[in-house]
C-alpha cells in the first residue's frame, strides 16, 4: 500500500510539476510579447532581433501548452458529468473521454519532447564545408553532388545561403566548397551532418562497369556571432601619465595620457593621442575593445579547426556516418542503423526524413538523461 501511494505521489507531484514549467514559460512568452511593444526594445535594432528570437522560440510550446490545458478541462468536465442521472450524459461523458484521454496522453510526450532542454548553438547560422576524400576525380564529382543535394534542402527550408570559398575538381564536382548558411534553426538541423559520406557507384570515369567506392568529408560549423565585448570595470587597471613629446604646454603639465590593463587577460591599450584626458581614455578603451575582441577571434577560429578536424576524421572511407549505394538506391545511416531504399529521392534534396530520425534519436538520449 506504501509503494502505491509513493507512485500516485511521484505522478501527481511530476504532473504538478509539469505545469509549473508550462506556466513559468507562458509567463516568459507573455513578458516577451510585451518587451516587442516597447519603444527602447523598438529603437534597438539587436535588442529587438534578440527579444524576437526568444519569443518565436517560445511560441510552439506556448501553443501546445493552450490545447493541453484545454484538453485537462475538457477532460475534468467529461468527469462532473459521469456523475449525472441522465444515462444520455453519462453516455456522452464516456464517449468524450475515450477521445480526449488519448489526445492528453499525445500531447504530455510532444510536451516532454518539448521541455527537453535545447543547445543554444542550434538556432546559429553555420559555415558548410564539403571536401572530396578518397576516390580521386570521383570523390569531387560526389562532393559536387552532396553540394546540389544540399543546396536543393537548403531552397527548401528558405534559408539563405552565401558562397565563401569554391575548389573544382578537375574532371567536375569540387576539391573543396565553403558555404555559409542562414536561417532559421540552422545549426539544429545540420549538425547532424558533419563527418565521412561514403558512395558506391559505377563512376562515369569507370570503363570495366564495376563499382567503386569513394568518400567526401561534410564539416558543419556554427557561425560565431561576435557579441561586443563585455568588459567588467572591476577587471580594468586605470593609469594616468604624463604625455611625452610634442605638443604644447598643455601636454607636459597634466597627466592626459591613459593606459588600461585588462587584468584577466593582461591585454595593455594606452592613449595620448587625445587633448584630454577624457578623450585618451575613450581612444584606449576602444583600442583595448578591439585588442581583446581580436584576441577572441583568433581563438575561435583555432576551435574552428580543431572542430573541423574532429568532426570530418581522415576523410577516408572507413569513419562513414553515411553511405549512398547507387546500385540498390540505397542510403544508411550508420549512427541510427537507419537504412532507407529512396535514394533517388534524397540526392534530390528530401534529407528531411533524416535529419528528423537523428534529432528524434538525440531527444531521446537527452530524455533518458532527464528522467535518471
Known amino acids: 500500500m506504501c509503494l502505491r501511494n509513493a ?38 535594432q539587436k535588442e529587438y532581433a534578440k527579444v524576437n528570437k526568444d519569443y518565436k522560440s517560445l511560441q510552439e510550446i506556448v501553443n ?104 573544382e575538381g578537375t574532371v567536375g564536382g569540387y576539391s573543396k566548397l565553403s558555404l555559409e548558411i542562414s536561417g532559421n534553426n540552422v545549426f539544429g538541423k545540420l549538425k547532424f551532418e558533419s563527418g565521412a559520406h561514403r558512395v558506391q557507384r559505377v563512376p562515369k570515369t569507370e570503363s570495366q562497369g564495376r563499382v567503386h567506392t569513394s568518400a567526401a568529408t561534410v564539416a558543419v560549423m556554427p557561425k560565431l556571432e561576435m557579441e561586443d565585448v563585455d568588459i567588467n570595470k572591476a577587471d580594468l587597471k586605470v593609469d594616468t601619465f604624463r604625455s611625452s613629446g610634442a605638443g604644447g604646454q598643455h601636454v607636459n603639465k597634466t597627466e592626459s595620457g591613459v593606459r588600461f590593463t585588462h587584468l584577466p587577460t593582461g591585454v595593455v591599450s594606452e592613449s595620448t593621442d587625445g587633448r584630454s584626458q577624457h578623450q585618451n581614455r575613450e581612444i ?3 583600442r583595448l575593445y578591439a585588442k581583446i575582441y581580436e584576441q577572441q577571434r583568433e581563438a575561435h577560429q583555432n576551435k ?20 549512398y549505394n547507387y546500385p540498390q538506391n540505397r542510403v544508411t545511416d ?24 537523428l534529432q528524434v534519436a538525440e531527444n531521446a538520449k537527452k530524455l533518458e538523461g532527464t528522467e535518471e
Not at 468524450?96 to 532542454?117: F, S, V
Not at 553555420?126 to 544540399?150: H, K, P, Q
Not at 574552428?304 to 553511405?323: C, F, M, Q, Y
Open 284 to 286: 584606449a578603451l576602444q
Open 64 to 167: 501546445v501548452s493552450k490545447e493541453y490545458k484545454e484538453v485537462l478541462g475538457n477532460i475534468a468536465t467529461a468527469k462532473e458529468m459521469l456523475g449525472e442521472q441522465d444515462e444520455d450524459m453519462k453516455e456522452m461523458a464516456k464517449e468524450e473521454l475515450q477521445e480526449l484521454t488519448p489526445k492528453k496522453e499525445a500531447l504530455e510526450e510532444r510536451i516532454k519532447l518539448l521541455l527537453i532542454p535545447k543547445d543554444p548553438e542550434d538556432e546559429k547560422d553555420v559555415i558548410f564545408e564539403i571536401r572530396s576524400g578518397t576516390g580521386g576525380d570521383e570523390a569531387s564529382i560526389f562532393a559536387g553532388d552532396l553540394y546540389r543535394m544540399y543546396s536543393k534542402y537548403f531552397e527548401s527550408q528558405k534559408w539563405k545561403v552565401e558562397v565563401l570559398n569554391v575548389t
Open 304 to 323: 574552428v579547426a580543431s572542430e573541423r578536424r574532429s568532426l570530418v576524421g581522415t576523410g577516408d572511407r572507413s569513419g562513414k556516418v553515411r553511405t
Open 334 to 357: 550508420h549512427r541510427i542503423n537507419l537504412t532507407l531504399y529512396s535514394l533517388d529521392k534524397i540526392v534530390e534534396g528530401d534529407i528531411s526524413g533524416i535529419i528528423e530520425a
Open 7 to 44: 507512485y500516485f505521489s511521484f505522478i501527481i507531484s511530476h504532473f504538478y510539476n509539469m505545469l509549473d514549467k508550462l506556466n513559468a514559460l507562458e509567463e516568459r512568452f507573455y513578458y516577451l510579447e510585451e518587451r516587442l511593444s516597447d519603444p527602447s526594445v523598438i529603437s534597438d
